[in-house]
């Protein structure tokens, strides 16, 4: 997946994106367009993508994945967002459970891709639940919001992207990218429920089930919707 940073660019993602004690695996992308979703399967994406109309909000819980470490450095995200599956720009919040120097980091995070995400001073513990909302006003207005009901803690900004389609609705796993997809964090697995889109079930749309594949290896796999809301993504491959 397409990753172009230049310079400037990139001191400015270390001078102003970095939540404390992130490290520099931060400037990842969490959701560079994704134009590879075939027969339900995707190099770097699990979870559900409704497509086929004009979506403006999404919204989805979860419980915040612990992060199984060795000494590599490896990543997951887990997100709601608009457009990206098959758009190219991605309005999107959510969380990481990272692994650096062979330790879990977690955090959250916004992107309004193609701009450099944004990293949250947000507290976000294993085990935490985890709400996040995207809505749009249809004329380049987006809300973003992000809740750890367990802590209390919130977050929400509100962004513009005019050129932004509309053309897809996500609850999604992620493998995120630096030059091309990176391994994959060992985070067990995650409990998606309340995934809604436009107000409706998820599972109204007839959403496209996703799991990610790379080559022969599939890195993690995607679960049925339970009552057109809920559903698991269990990591099988960094």
Same mark, same amino acid.
């Given at each position: ?52 109309? %004009?979506?403006? #909000?999404?919204?989805? *819980?979860? &419980?915040?994945?612990? /992060?199984?470490?060795? =000494? +590599? ?77 367990? %802590?209390?803690? #919130?977050?929400?900004? *509100?962004? &513009?992207?005019?050129? /932004?389609?509309?053309? =897809? +609705? ?69």
């Amino acid at each position: 997946m397409p990753r172009r940073i230049a310079a400037l660019a990139l001191f400015l993602v270390f001078a102003f994106a970095f939540p404390a004690g992130a490290g520099a695996h931060s400037i990842v992308r969490h959701g560079a367009p994704n134009h590879r979703i075939t027969r339900s399967t995707s190099t770097n994406w699990a979870g559900y993508s409704a497509t086929g109309g %004009t979506f403006t #909000s999404v919204s989805a *819980t979860w &419980k915040q994945p612990a /992060a199984t470490c060795t =000494s +590599a450095t490896a990543y997951s995200s887990f997100w709601v967002g608009l457009d990206g599956d098959g758009t190219n720009t991605v309005e999107q919040i959510g969380t990481d459970a990272d692994c650096s120097g062979g330790k879990p980091v977690y955090y959250a995070w916004y992107e309004m891709y193609p701009k450099f995400p944004v990293n949250l001073s947000l507290t976000i513990n294993p085990g935490d639940t985890v709400s996040a909302k995207v809505t749009t006003n249809g004329n380049g207005n987006f809300t973003l919001t992000i809740k750890d009901t367990t %802590t209390g803690g #919130s977050f929400t900004t *509100t962004q &513009k992207l005019r050129r /932004a389609k509309l053309g =897809s +609705a996500e609850v999604i796993a992620e493998a995120p990218s630096s030059g091309g997809v990176l391994p994959l964090a060992n985070f067990g697995s995650v409990g998606f429920s309340a995934a809604t889109v436009n107000g409706q079930p998820i599972g109204s749309f007839n959403p496209d089930r996703i799991d990610m594949v790379s080559g022969t290896t599939t890195k993690a796999t995607t679960s049925a919707l339970s009552g057109g809301t809920a559903f698991s993504v269990k990591w099988n491959h960094a």
